[in-house]
């Protein structure tokens, strides 16, 4: 059974940090890639940053790009999202979750822990 784990989440002005953490479950965590997405109030769930199964490829949705850093520490089954320089579009649940290999886009199934609430306030 997968178990994804969020935390890190809280409330800080815009130029602030955070950093993410997700503990994953119910997988070979270091055989598979995982991604971090958000959803805002009103609107669709949305890719943020997906990293591979040794953390030597990542990539990121636009607007993240140069501000987040996605990570992972296998020994811990652990994948972390760096937040730089937020701003209130940034303002959403963050959910992490095993991806696809070759579409780190798309999770792998439609499994989603809690999340946790990241909210920027200008």
């Known amino acids: 059974q997968v178990q994804l784990v969020e935390s890190g989440g809280g409330s800080v002005q815009a130029g602030g940090s955070l950093r993410l953490s997700c503990v994953a479950s119910g997988r070979t965590f270091n055989a598979h890639a995982l991604g971090w997405f958000r959803q805002a109030p009103g609107k669709e769930r949305e890719f943020v940053a997906g990293?591979?199964?040794?953390?030597?490829?990542?990539i990121y949705e636009d607007s993240v790009k140069g501000r987040f850093t996605i990570s992972r520490d296998n020994a811990k089954n652990t994948v972390y999202l760096q937040m730089n320089n937020l701003k209130p579009e940034d303002t959403a649940v963050y959910y992490c979750?095993?991806?696809?290999?070759?579409?780190?886009?798309?999770?792998?199934?439609?499994?989603w822990g809690q999340g946790t609430q990241v909210t920027v306030s200008s």
């Open positions: 990293i591979n199964w040794n953390g030597d490829t990542t």
């Open positions: 979750t095993f991806v696809q290999r070759a579409d780190y886009r798309s999770p792998l199934r439609n499994h």
